[in-house]
């Protein structure tokens, strides 16, 4: 079947967080990271069949539903986890802040690779932790990691845990395993635990490959803790679910306890059965729709290099969010995000919001129909000809 991703489908009036939260109506937003394509077929299909029960209670996840998720990533990342190894939760930040609770002390620092999600550092501080940043080198427009800072700062007997983004948000790297090992050797050196968010890990685009961290040996598979979900790849965050996998007993009992004292141990029966549709039946959409984010990247990237060539655009292995320089422009990413909301009428993610490291950039989001791209492309391009 082939699915159609450039139908535009309206959101604004539905309390959708990404389009309802400006009154401006002509503002054209390609911030928060969700898609304005709608879900698979598959997953509609099972949630209206689960809406006409009209019972709507407390619900329990299924067998099925562990079955699922170890199937879909043993057939397409090569990875199976165990069914004890689960926890499931009602989202991968609540994840996150769960697993830091558990795993640390007030005071410990916990260590991170710049610029990165901005909800790393709300869960770290949160949890009385010290935020700890590794700064990934910018060079040739594009990131890698430095090994030797990050070595230094795994060596701080403080540092007790690493927080990682595979694939990483905003850079938009896909880690090689590689990448992964040299990582994953430094933290259990040092006595780190890697806990990785791999939200992203099916936004991969051709030529690159996600590699779960705790597939690259049964030793990294030890020493992690993995945060999963899949309401990046099928566009149903709001439906608040997700999975924490870890193989320690010790851990994931003290992760299951945070969870309950965190309140976030209870998930709705829509999210269970989207997942288990995602999963089942989601695979040949999944696959189109990354051939069309990908060939909306390749619009992006061909456009601004013609257009804008003064801000270059990192190369984007993964995630649908290209990360742009406008360091070119001399404004600071804050100010340049509330003049183009005002003049452009266009919203985009300042990139300081993502650690100082991101001072001068931008995040565009392009999981929308091109239409909206182009015309995204356009109201920027017109606003940076006035400057």
Known sequence: MKYDFDKVTPRRGT?????????DKEVLPMWVADMDFPT?????NALEKRVEHGIFGYTRVPEEYYDAVISWFSRRHHWKPRREWFIYTSGVVPALSAVIKALTNVGDKVLTLTPVYNCFFSSIRNNGCELDSSALRYENNTFSIDYEDLERRAADPKTTLMLLCNPHNPSGRVWTREELRRIGDICIKNNVVVVADE?????????????????????????????????KAFNIAGLQIANIIVENDKWRQRIDKAININEVCDVNPFGVIATIAAYNEGEEWLNQLLQYIHGNYLFFKDYCEEHLPQLPVAPLEGTYLAWMDCRSLGIPSEELEEELMKEAKLWLNAGSMY??????FMRWNLACPRQLVKEGLERFSQFVDKR
Do not use: M, R
């Open 15 to 23: 309390n959708s967080y990404k389009w309802d939260s400006t009154d």
């Open 199 to 231: 939200i992203h890990c099916e936004l991969v685009h051709p030529g690159f490959t996600y590699t779960p961290f705790a597939s690259v040996s049964e030793e990294f598979q030890k020493h992690s803790v993995t945060c999963v979900a899949p309401s």
């Open 355 to 360: 650690g100082k490291e991101g001072e001068g």
């Open 40 to 44: 698979a077929p598959c997953i509609i």
